[in-house]
């Protein structure tokens, strides 16, 4: 349930407050004074797209905040717009995006407006309000899979069965590339190695006197002591008076240990002084870089790029050389995923038959309620072609006075019937769907008198179940409210501002006044 409702600089709201409850909440006002922009701010909790132009005049950012009750526990979603145009969604303070709030407030709010109603005579909305009230979610989603291999074993056999002088062509010109890298024998990871090699065998002279150099430093010349003699003849020396310096262990140890590190440092110098590259070698890897070189250059690819490409260009070639007996193979592999399709399908349309009367009965039923006592309604499936939402036509057929043949509901519903289609539809769904707040933004238009009553009526009576928040310009259904809240807009010399206010018995007796006659001081209502 949405408990309260904060807005701050959104258009001409500078700052309010809305506490709800449950049952029936209704906002009234006076065209422009700012219903919308409410039901704006709504929307924008929703996850719904925002932009610079909703800030107040003056403000640096505008911000919307939502707080929830749900299963006992407190939920706050936050949704600040910038003068920059960007926005930042969170979720209990913490940072979110506008996809992650839109997913946690869809299971919060279900929002109807006046362009919701027009909707309803798409026949794709049609089909999926059929599949959600039938829970044909995890039929669609097998269907679908199928579909995607269906689809995708169709444009392997397509490719396949190409003109045979492409084919031809195409073939003559892997060949031609597979041959050319494979006369290479390439090895994945030869690039660096080659070029470390290179630099080496390029330098060799280079190497070969600074590790020369290295190895004298160690192991001393024919008229130089190396480091290596020079410890050993250190520890000898300090060997010869360690009976008289108790402290010298240590240090004795110390110097054996440098002796032993620098063996070991000398014999690994002379293990790198043995990779000694001749012309012949060193002329051996410049041409075989050449060649890496080249084919960079030629392919537009690094080598390990190539390697990979070469494995498609045989995998392709295979197909090609091979396309009868592939393409025999994926028609027979194509059949079997066909019949397991049409199979789905067949399922999914009985399920939608079954849906379709349960569906259509209710909604007359609630119609009926709503002051269209002949309404005739049901859904009429007509079989198409496949497509990844099954194989069938869904269209909402509706006679509304009696004689009158059932036709489209694109084609004679009134914005008024479809108010109140809608309506039923959301009291039908009401039943069996989990979300806490339902939102009607002036599911009132085109209705009045007898139907406006019927329609109140019904929005009391699904607030039985769960919160409603209604936009109404009707004092029939504002009457039916558990709390009635004015939306206001004053000015000053300077600036507009709207603010929502709570009404007692009496206020409410003269806003609904207002309502019916214009003037509040002419009429008043007895609430019951």
Known sequence: MLKELYIENLAVIEETSVNLGAGLTVFTGETGAGKSILIGGIKAILGGRVSKDLIRSGAEKAVVTALFEVNGEELLLTREISGSGTSVARINNKPVTAADL??????????????????LTDNVHQRELLDNFGRLTGYLEEYAGVFKSFSELSRRIKKLQADENIKSEKTLLLKE???DVNAYKLTRGEEEEVSVKLAAARNSKAIKQSLTTARSCLSGSSDAFGAADLIGQCRASLQEVAEFLPDSDELLKRLRSAEIELDDIRGDIAALDSDNFDSEQTARLEERMSDLLRLKRK??????????EHEKWRDELA???YSEDMTEKLLAERKTVGDNLKRLAGIITEKRKETAEELAAKITDELIELDMPNVRLFFALTQEKVTVSGMDGVEIMISVNKGEEPKPLAKIASGGELSRIMLAIKAVLAESDSTPTMIFDEIDTGISGRAAQKVGAK????????QVLCVTHLASIAAKADKHLLIEKTSDETRTYTRVSELDLEQRKRELARIISGDEEELTIKIG
Request: proline fraction near 0%; charge should be negative; hydrophobic fraction near 40%.
């Open 319 to 321: 197909e090609l050389e």
């Open 102 to 119: 839109k997913d946690a407030a869809a299971l919060l709010i279900d929002i109807h407006g006046q362009h919701d109603s027009r909707t």
């Open 299 to 308: 392919y537009r690819l690094d080598i390990d790029e190539l390697i990979d």
């Open 459 to 466: 929005l009391a009576e699904i607030a039985e179940k769960r």
């Open 177 to 179: 590339k597979i041959d």
